[in-house]
């Protein structure tokens, strides 16, 4: 039976990852956390065979918490599972250490094998991340590069809610921000990207596949 820890910030989707858990057998739900930091802790004292963790947490990002996990537990395996598909989030996980990607709006049963999967050991991504992985290899051998390495985690998410189309407001909302942390982001985003506003970044953006 693999130990999980579950690291998620919003109380009614963890509740609905124990439902989850408890359908299957080769799992037991030890330790539930709300934010980075705790997930560090009861990664460390509890020594889980699989986390689930998000990325967007209220203390720190996913990825801190990834990264920290590896250096006290590094026979824990990490899940991410998180509502963001660009390129930046996928890559900093897993240059963090998780072995496994998933979206939060894969089915149960798809869920369930990912689990499976990264608890063996294996690599395990949702159909969209291993698309955007592909897209990703094939431009790197190309010599395209990384799709705006010039901007944070958090600019990258901003900028795909530009290219969506998206207002700060909208934008805020998605990512649990303040309109204005959006605005100020906006602003950088279209200085790094020496273009005229956010509509030219949104194109960029779209134009080059994020």
């Known amino acids: 039976m693999t130990r999980v820890l579950v690291v ?8 609905g990852l124990a439902a989850l858990l408890a359908t299957a057998p080769e799992f037991e739900l030890v330790g539930e956390a ?5 997930g560090v802790r009861l990664a460390d004292e509890l020594a889980p065979g699989l ?23 590094p026979g824990t395996r990490v899940l991410v599972l998180t509502m963001f598909d660009d390129d930046r989030s996928v890559f900093d996980a897993m240059r963090a250490g998780a072995l496994g990607y998933a979206l939060k709006g894969s089915a149960p049963e798809g869920l369930l094998r990912a689990m499976r999967s ?14 955007r992985m592909q897209r990703y ?17 958090r600019e990258h998410q901003v900028l795909a809610g530009l290219a969506q189309g998206l207002s700060n407001r909208e934008i805020a909302r998605r990512l649990g921000l303040r309109p204005k942390t959006v605005r100020n982001h906006v602003s950088t985003i279209v200085g790094k990207l020496q273009v005229a506003d956010r509509h030219e970044a949104g194109a960029r953006a779209r134009e080059r596949g994020l």
């Not at 990264?118 to 698309?131: C, K, L, Q, R, T």
């Open 137 to 153: 290899f094939a431009a790197r051998v190309a010599g395209e590069g990384i799709l705006f390495e010039e901007l944070t985690e």
């Open 51 to 73: 986390v689930v963790m998000d990325l967007q947490l209220p203390d720190a990002s996913g990825v801190e918490a990834i990264r920290a996990i590896g250096e006290r537990a």
């Open 34 to 38: 709300g934010t980075a930091a705790e």
């Open 8 to 15: 998620e910030d919003h109380a009614v989707f963890r509740a």
């Open 118 to 131: 990264v608890a063996n050991g294996e690599a395990s991504f949702s159909a969209p991340i291993a698309a």
